[in-house]
């Protein structure tokens, strides 16, 4: 019988994707604290492991910039930094290119990230097999993207707890619709856990004290 050499996918192969997550969008999500709670988690998680990261921002002329929560996330493990200089190429006139620190943050108006050429430029280059999805709202830019990636080919796994919408019902209709798709519906700790194969990776220690 085969052994397996990774868990449930390889961080090396692995993008975080942070949908959405603005300043005048949380007010009216459903567990908004849990949101911001999980997503950081995950956020930490995928900096200690290595994950590149892209950040997605919906209209934020209307709906505001990411919420800074998420932004001191981005800090995590790099001590030299401060929460107003993150080594992030952030809305840089080609956004596509990879950043210094391994996160880039991408304005859209598409609902789904594949619907703005820039995101799906940088994911492409990225050459990523499997994304980690995590945002808001679950129904609408969440729900689009997941099964756009699908459509794809692209393997996903979807934090359900670091998900929201306004309506409780909606999310979960939309948790229905990604599973019916492919997408794995799973949640922070198994993802960060699930990049690891072994109690002996570098970054278990680190994790372990995250989901603590």
């Not at 019988?1 to 300043?23: C, N, Y």
């Not at 996160?103 to 430029?121: C, H, L, P, R, W």
């Not at 690891?196 to 994790?207: C, D, L, N």
Request: charged content about 20%.
């Amino acid at each position: 019988m085969q052994a397996f050499s990774h868990g449930l996918f390889t961080p090396e192969s692995a993008l975080l994707v942070v949908i959405d997550i603005q300043e005048r969008l949380l007010p009216a999500m459903s567990k908004q604290e849990q949101l911001i709670h999980k997503s950081c988690t995950l956020i930490k998680g995928a900096r200690a492991l290595e994950i590149p990261i892209i950040i997605t921002e919906q209209y934020p002329k209307g709906l505001g910039k990411t919420d800074e929560r998420i932004l001191s996330a981005l800090d995590f493990g790099n001590p030299q930094s401060t929460s107003g200089s993150l080594g992030i190429d952030s809305r840089a006139p080609n956004p596509y290119e990879p950043a210094r620190s391994g996160v880039q943050i991408f304005e859209k108006v598409s609902f789904s990230i594949f619907g703005d050429e820039n995101i799906t430029k940088a994911i492409a280059q990225h050459n990523a097999a499997t994304l980690m999805i995590c945002g808001i709202e679950s129904h609408v830019c969440v729900l689009q993207s997941v099964l756009h990636a699908r459509k794809l080919g692209i393997d996903v796994w979807v934090a359900q707890d670091a998900l929201s919408s306004r309506s409780r019902d909606n999310h979960l209709n939309a948790l229905d619709l990604m599973a019916a798709s492919g997408a794995h519906i799973s949640n922070v700790e198994s993802l960060l856990f699930g990049a690891m194969h072994t109690a002996k990776h570098k970054s278990f220690k680190t994790i372990s004290a995250l989901i603590k």
